[in-house]
């Protein structure tokens, strides 16, 4: 078990601006998770989630890690439209990709060649055999989940990967903590970094993992 860092997170001053202005009001709005929350205003939620290539950036680091190759089966647990999967198969033909997500608006307005490897599901309860995915990518999805359902997800996890990679929500102090709430409008558990350190030797999960805070996104 390792901490990992893809690169993929950038400070930005905008996070902070936009964390002033939200309001339980643009949480109500996001936790539908529809069109408003995905295609709809930013500040209830990411204001136009349109693919950009943006993982063919971070992916031959993520490849290269995991030893990913045409003969791989990934997951992607909280894949959203389907993007990371979308850049994965360009960068290995061949590889077969799967993506969960536990609501239907993203699968729906998924791309047309990757729509059909996307699946309506819980996180926390995957109908594959042990062992079945070479790889599980979960990325800024089950911290959205309460406290039960992180565990149960992370023991799937386990059970159903070779290897794995997760990033959850954390903080070192309540000051950075509070910050995180304020910005995130779906994110759910924000724990100490000790005290995900200590889930994982609850459940056995021993894949990788990176903690997003409120210094990794730039939140002030």
């Not at 204001?47 to 971070?58: C, L």
């Not at 047309?112 to 996180?123: A, C, G, H």
């Not at 926390?124 to 309460?146: E, G, H, M, W």
């Not at 990679?165 to 509070?178: G, H, I, K, P, T």
């Amino acid at each position: 078990m390792s901490f990992f860092d893809t690169g993929y997170f950038k400070k930005s001053a905008s996070r902070s601006s936009l964390a002033k202005k939200r309001t339980i009001y643009n949480k109500i709005i996001a936790w539908n998770l529809d069109k408003k929350y995905y295609d709809g205003k930013r500040i209830n939620g990411y204001g136009g989630f349109k693919y950009d290539e943006r993982w063919k950036k971070f992916l031959p680091k993520i490849i290269k890690r995991y030893k990913l190759n045409s003969k791989s089966k990934v997951l992607d647990l909280g894949c959203k439209k389907g993007f990371f999967l979308k850049d994965l198969k360009h960068l290995i033909p061949g590889i077969k990709v799967y993506g969960i997500e536990n609501h239907p608006y993203p699968i729906q307005k998924a791309e047309k060649d990757i729509k059909e490897n996307l699946k309506l599901s819980t996180y926390y309860d995957l109908r594959f055999q042990d062992k079945y995915f070479d790889f599980v990518f979960a990325f800024n999805s089950i911290y959205s989940q309460n406290l039960g359902e992180i565990v149960k997800t992370l023991k799937e996890i386990k059970r159903v990967s070779k290897k794995s990679y997760v990033v959850l929500a954390s903080c070192s102090n309540d000051e950075e903590r509070n910050k995180f709430y304020k910005w995130t409008l779906v994110g759910t558990t924000i724990l100490h970094k000790k005290e995900w350190l200590k889930i994982f030797k609850f459940v056995g999960y021993k894949g990788d993992y990176y903690f997003s805070t409120a210094k990794t996104l730039g939140l002030k």
